[in-house]
């Protein structure tokens, strides 16, 4: 089986900093994409950041030149580093992994969530 685990949310204020993290474990074969999405209350989970396993990123446009996206292929993690932080970016933050184990094809992966919260 494969599990994500994120780490490092928190409550921040506004133009403040905080960087998640997001390690991946079990029988991994390969992982693909890695990416982060975020889940604001009463509304749909919407991409953030995602990044290739060369390298390639892409960002939602409301956190361009504010977040960066990163990942360590031999340590399984990705990362978001969010700089400017503004209220709207408050929300439930799930990290994302396109894996494929030893014993099944390629396949979406979650975590848990964690949550971060901007004040005013």
């Known amino acids: 089986q494969v599990q994500l685990v994120e780490s490092g949310g928190g409550l921040v204020q506004t133009g403040g900093s905080l960087r998640l993290s997001c390690a991946a474990s079990?029988?991994?074969?390969?992982?693909?994409?890695m990416g982060w999405y975020r889940q604001a209350p009463g509304k749909q989970r919407d991409l953030v950041a995602t990044?290739?396993?060369?390298?390639?990123?892409n960002y939602a446009d409301s956190v361009k030149g504010r977040f960066t996206v990163s990942r360590d292929n031999a340590k399984n993690t990705v990362y978001l580093q969010m700089d400017s932080l503004k209220p709207e970016d408050s929300g439930v933050y799930y990290c994302?992994?396109?894996?494929?184990?030893?014993?099944?094809?390629?396949?979406?992966?979650w975590g848990q969530g964690t949550q971060v919260t901007v004040s005013s």
């Open positions: 990044i290739t396993s060369g390298g390639s990123t």
């Open positions: 994302e992994a396109d894996i494929t184990t030893y014993i099944s094809s390629n396949y979406r992966y």
């Open positions: 079990g029988s991994i074969f390969s992982i693909h994409a």
